[in-house]
């Protein structure tokens, strides 16, 4: 009897090489390809015929993989929009979260803002996304569950928003500081707000270069940027409370910086929590029903069973 090779490809290794490999031909056929997508599709494709113990981690790479293919083609779909909200978006924050003077906090903060808040923000705002990354690369080290659940359910929540901004395209508050609310300017190129500052600060141009690929300008509601925070935090929830303190004072960190920075409302801010919640409540329930549907036992049937 020959073993079988470790390396055998699978079904699923399969997709994943058809879905790179389509990915790579979608964008250069319309006209988008740049050298990070063919690194982001070469290094899927690498992990995915490497191995068994590669392919663990393509367990929880491949939607990673995905939230980045999805949010970085969203301008093929913009057509699709509905009307875009301005002035109303920004009349509603008034009205419940209100501000000294009766306007309301990303244009309180817009003539207030400080070097050292600009700093602290800043850092925020860069570092959100990493953190995801970061505990999910622990999670994997650890060999802990969570590193596949904590993937989907980043999958999920900007499944979540790119749906919502489709369904729901808002200006966000910088673009009405400096538009106005009449209709909107479908010209308007995305902008770096008050993270301009943090770059001018230090000398960079991080997020200058960050915010010239965004292709949906219109994409404020729910906000991401507070959905990833949160969703960390709830799932190193139960590691203690050192975990819960850093990772809840971060999310609440990003949250102000949103709003600070005048990206975001605060009820973009309460948009994406739900969203968060969303997401993992759809991942842990379909993981949950994987893990009683494996426990189940397999009947098993005796050979002299002879019985009618």
Request: proline share 6%; hydrophobic share 50%.
């Amino acid at each position: 009897m020959t073993s079988q090779s470790p390396s055998r490809a699978t079904p699923f290794t399969w997709l994943v090489t058809l879905l790179g490999l389509g990915h790579v031909a979608l964008v250069a056929y319309t006209g988008r390809l740049r050298w990070d997508h063919v690194a982001a599709d070469a290094l899927l494709l690498g992990v995915a015929w490497a191995g068994p113990r590669t392919r663990r981690f393509l367990l929880g790479g491949f939607p990673l993989w995905l939230t980045g293919m999805l949010l970085d083609s969203q301008g093929l779909w913009l057509f699709l929009r509905g009307p875009i909200h301005t002035g109303d978006l920004w009349e509603l924050e008034r009205q419940w979260f209100p501000a000294p003077g009766g306007t309301h906090w990303p244009e309180w903060w817009a003539t207030r803002f400080h070097p050292a808040l600009d700093l602290v923000t800043g850092f925020s705002y860069a570092a959100y996304l990493y953190e995801v990354f970061a505990v999910a690369i622990f999670f994997f080290v650890e060999k802990d569950s969570r590193f596949q659940r904590l993937c989907w359910a980043f999958l999920a929540v900007n499944a979540i928003g790119v749906v919502v901004y489709v369904l729901y395209p808002a200006a966000p508050p910088w673009y009405i500081l400096q538009y106005g609310h009449g209709p909107a300017d479908l010209t308007a190129p995305p902008s770096p707000a008050g993270t301009a500052r943090f770059d001018a600060l230090l000398g960079i141009s991080y997020f200058a270069g960050f915010y010239s690929r965004n292709t949906n300008v219109f994409g404020a509601m729910p906000s991401l940027h507070a959905a990833y925070p949160f969703m960390v935090a709830f799932y190193v929830w139960n590691r203690g409370w050192a975990w819960r303190v850093s990772t809840g004072l971060f999310a609440l960190l990003v949250a102000f910086s949103a709003v600070y920075l005048t990206h975001h409302y605060i009820l973009d801010v309460l948009a994406g929590m739900f969203a968060t919640l969303a997401a993992v409540l759809v991942v842990e329930t379909l993981f949950a029903r994987r893990t009683a549907a494996a426990a189940v036992p397999m009947p098993v049937h005796s050979r002299g069973d002879t019985r009618a």
